[in-house]
């Protein structure tokens, strides 16, 4: 077997020509590559780690609409019980065997142990079967309306198509297998974890005939072979490499390196992701204050978003407010409910708190001391809850030291937590089921754990519904009850635009971090 | 000699055991969860707690702590919780950008401080003694990130000369190999030749007014012979013993040089690791680490011997 995959790493090297011929592109992602299963982490960089080389069989477009991927057709039985989907033609993995409706179902399988949205997905599937090799069938308990948003979902956990042997692998265990059907071929070789990343052009990859967008449509390649720079981790060392073209992509600088970026000569700034991400503050609703919703309310009236965009963000073009719990300009992007933050003001703040019946308990906020994109917003929000009347105790820590305090259930005086702040990627909140912070199941929901059995009876009826409307008035109905439960503050939308130099063309617009198409000239 | 260097390698064996038993106890009572920062931001207390488990942190600390001494004593460090990989696998892969740096940079120090703290004794008091002098509490006082960025906006940038990152292994040429390296270790060099040349200077100076310097003068050796055969001859133990203590605090220095210049060396992989609370590693690199200090005091108090007849073991 892995002669076979050094084999086709081989050809795709001889198929680029000479290696001193090659065209490399050389990125700087914007983090480090650890873990190499995107089905078992839902780490950015094991997700686009996963684009690399897995296909998948739905993708989402610029437009944030569903297209089919490795599918090719599909149908639905009229009572919408029995999906039945078929393979495209030419779909075939790294060690060249055919991708089949066995290897189908086994990754979906595997996925929708892990992923959120798969495991609700799983909550209607009865069984999956494959008919034949390029057929597979999904068997329902009663129709669901998120079939194909699951399927197409491009963020973490993405179902990306493995083989069955690899998709075999329990799902709590991390894949020991690299192989997919996509379009670069993982060169397992030369990965030195925190140095670099290689991936090679998969020259039997055929793409699809519609144009590139988003996760969706023809996925060409145009350069022989991808180097992920694992070691270039240093802001500034970053920018002087990008402007002595010493790399050719920049994945999200830091804010203060714009200025910088666009005197330099040779670089382009490039919005691939025009969703960007939402800046969100989450409760811990299990301990005091914050187990008192007029209290948590009183929050939310407090923390306007403005300052947090302007103290975080900084650079007007680069972020905008947004009432809604989804990500704005998505289709359940909405404002309703919202007054309570976007029509609120610091005098409102403090009299909902005085009328809350809170009584001076601390406000222990987790502030990541490490972390760029959001290490600001902590100080706006024990600034902006001071001001309110809160008493705050700001603690300062590294992120991963944020990420292990966030999931303890104790009291803030015993290591536990009253709020942290984070940001999204846009597809992670633009529905209430990808939504972590919607979840109000207790002490089973994201960090935070909200109970709130009205948001979870509309969840669930939001999984069911099959007719669009339906599914928006249901999106707003949920997101009115988290603004009156206060599961968490949304804190406005930001982009962090690519710095590229000039002779790079081609990144595909869309959420996550994708490279084919790119050209290098 | 040879019952002193078993004496002091025996004597190891205690050292590294407190360190050890040390590392793994800080470790363990730092905050910070291995397997949440593994699971990543949208996952479950239940999926959290599974890769608990799955690690073995969810097993009482003793417990832990004895099969890690155990695979130790059988030479295993481990796996690394995030790579996946041998945690020996990983610190080969990591070992020669580090000792390539750190050669480099002593090799820069000593060729640059010597001669300069022996002309600076030589003319004590004169303008190349002062300017040596001003130019040691600079390189003590300007951290070394500082003066990274500052070479490479003057070396790479402006004249082009250098790269502004990277690394080469040896196994692809020297010329690009040295290429690479010779930024950082130069910017790592700085510290070290300030504080090599001060202590060459006052070593020298002091040999200097001894009687033996005025028999050579007056017996009509040239001024060379006399600085290097009997001033700095003599001066040789205290240089090497900072020479020895330069070795093992570039152990932190390379941490810094590093990550300014992405250099996949230790020291990088000691602050990820750190960072990511990846306990098998950091618990392995800080080992070696510890045995190196060990090892390369060892070896400076037996260059004693040769620098000293007089001293025997």
Known sequence: MHRKIAAAVLLAALAGGALAQEKVLRVVPHSNLSIL????????????????????LFGTDEKNRVQPQMVDTWTVSPDQRLWTFKLRDGLEFHDGKPVTGEDVAASIARWGKRDAMGQKLMTFVERMDSPDAKTFRIFLREACGIMLEALGKPSSNVPF????RVADTPADKQIEEHIGSGPYIFVRDQFKPGDKAVYVKNAKYKPRKEAPSGTAGGKHVYVDRVEWNLALRDGQAQVNALAKGEIDVLERPA???????????GVVLVTKDPLGFQYMGRFNHLHPPFNNPKIRQAAIAAMQ??????????????????????????????????????????RKAQELLKASGYDGTPVVI????????????????????????????????????VVSRRSKKEPPAQGGWNIFLTAWLAPDVWNPLTNAALGAAGEKSWFGWPTDEQIEKLRDQFARETDAAKKKALAEAIQVRAFEVGTHAPLGEYVNPYAVRKNISGLVIGSGDTYWNVKKN | MYTFIARRLLATIPVLLVVAVLVFLMLRLTPGDPAAILAGDAASGEQIAAIRASLGLDRPLPV????WAGNLLQGDFGSSYFYKTQVAQLIAQRIEPTLALATLTILIAVIVSIPLGVIAAWRFGGWFDRALMGFSVLGFSVPVFVLAYLLIWIVSLQLGWFPV????RLADGFWPFLHHLILPAITLSVIYIALIARVTRAAVLEALGEDYIRTARAKGLPEARVLVRHALANAAVPIATVIGIGIALLIGGVVVTESVYAIPGLGRLTVDAVLARDFPTVQAVILLFSFAYVLVNLLVDLSYVVFDPRIRY
């Open chain 1, 37 to 56: 299963d995107p089905i078992w982490t839902t780490q950015f960089m094991a997700r686009n780690h996963g684009y690399m080389i897995y296909d998948t």
């Open chain 1, 161 to 164: 198509i493995m083989t069955k």
């Open chain 1, 255 to 265: 804010f203060e390196s714009y200025e910088q970026l666009r005197k330099a000569p």
């Open chain 1, 305 to 346: 978003q403005e300052p947090f965009l302007r103290a975080q963000v900084g650079i007007k073009e680069f972020y905008k407010p947004c009432a809604s719990m989804y990500t704005c300009g998505t289709p359940y992007g909405s404002a309703k409910g919202s007054d309570i933050q976007s029509k609120s003001s610091m």
């Open chain 1, 366 to 401: 987790l502030k990541p001391t490490d972390l760029a994109a959001i290490q600001k917003l902590p100080d706006v929000a024990a600034q902006l809850l001071r001001q309110a009347g809160f008493k705050v105790d700001l603690q300062a820590m590294d992120w991963n030291t």
């Open chain 2, 64 to 67: 832990q702590f004895a099969i």
């Open chain 2, 165 to 168: 990152q990277g690394y080469r």
